[in-house]
């Protein structure tokens, strides 16, 4: 591992290097339990690939959560127990969201952007591994383990024009590829995650004040592509000139957004907002909308909206 070193590591030894952000000693628990992982998915789902991809699953939930674990010795239970509430979540819909277990925890009330990106933000390594993937697959995977409104492959299909059984493909080529990456891990330096979401944080902040004082052009003028349009799927919508006479026409009609979390890598960004309607028209737009960015050059250039269905 890369700060610490045991020479017969305990799991109570892996889980405070973990705690640490050593990656390797995520890795290190997972190998341990993946026997008893492996056993409780192939009981529940039956199959060989269908256990392989809960276990996955099931690793990407303990990468981000397995901190938030409180007793040492009761980690190959917490993990049999996630591993068990992915495969339960996988038969009952043909396409879940990604489970979170209950830890027990208490939210922490959050004020502001930087509180909340605090609350939410995983590892700098996190970042790093998501960061090597291609493209397609970092978009994929944002979507499906880091959005909190997590689509589904249906509607990521249509967000990213695509087939769901390619969506489906690249999910499972991701997420092999994180795991890999947990496992063999390197000591290489990270750019700061948290950094970088806090300051997406803030771009997100700045965005929305512009469109309420009527700024919203001058700042698209400024942090976006020239050539910056509205995509559904590979179609191309409308030019940023749509996009400004949509958030004007959003707050003409008393429909204002309110920020929640973000999340960022190199070149994708995800904006999460609650959609706050008129009290005479409470229905007049869904409850919540993500804003799903390609950027170039630190620019975005390609947006993409998801708007969760109403309760």
Known sequence: MSGTTFENPTDADLLSAARNGEVAAVGALLERHRAGMCAVALGVLGTVPDMEDAVQDASLIALRHIGEVRQPESVGAWLRTVVRNVSRSRLRSAAPTTPVPDLSVLAVE??????????????????????????????????????????????????????????????????????????????????????????????????????EQGRFAELTAERWTPDAGYYAG??????????????????????????????????????????????????????????????????????????????
């Open 110 to 211: 959050a004020t502001g952007p930087e509180e909340i990106v605090d609350r939410h933000a995983t590892g700098d390594w996190v970042w790093r591994a998501v960061g090597e993937l291609s493209p397609t697959l970092r978009m994929t995977v944002m979507l499906r383990h880091f959005s909190p409104r997590t689509p589904s492959y249906e509607e990521m299909a249509a967000l990213c024009g695509v087939p769901v059984g390619t969506v489906r493909s690249r999910l499972n080529e991701a997420r092999r590829k994180l795991v890999e990456a947990m496992r063999a891990t390197s000591d290489s330096v990270h750019d700061n995650a948290l950094a970088l979401s806090r300051a997406s944080a803030r771009d997100a902040a700045e965005t929305l004040a512009a469109a």
């Open 234 to 311: 590979r179609q191309r919508l409308g030019d940023r000139d749509f996009l400004i006479r949509g958030m004007a026409g959003d707050l003409e009609a008393g429909v204002h957004q309110r920020f929640v979390s973000a999340v960022t890598s190199r070149d994708i960004t995800i904006w999460e907002m609650d959609l706050l309607n008129p009290p005479d028209s409470p229905d007049h737009c869904p409850p919540a909308v993500a804003w799903l960015m390609t950027n170039r050059n630190g620019r975005m250039s390609e947006l993409r909206l998801f708007h969760a269905p109403a309760a």
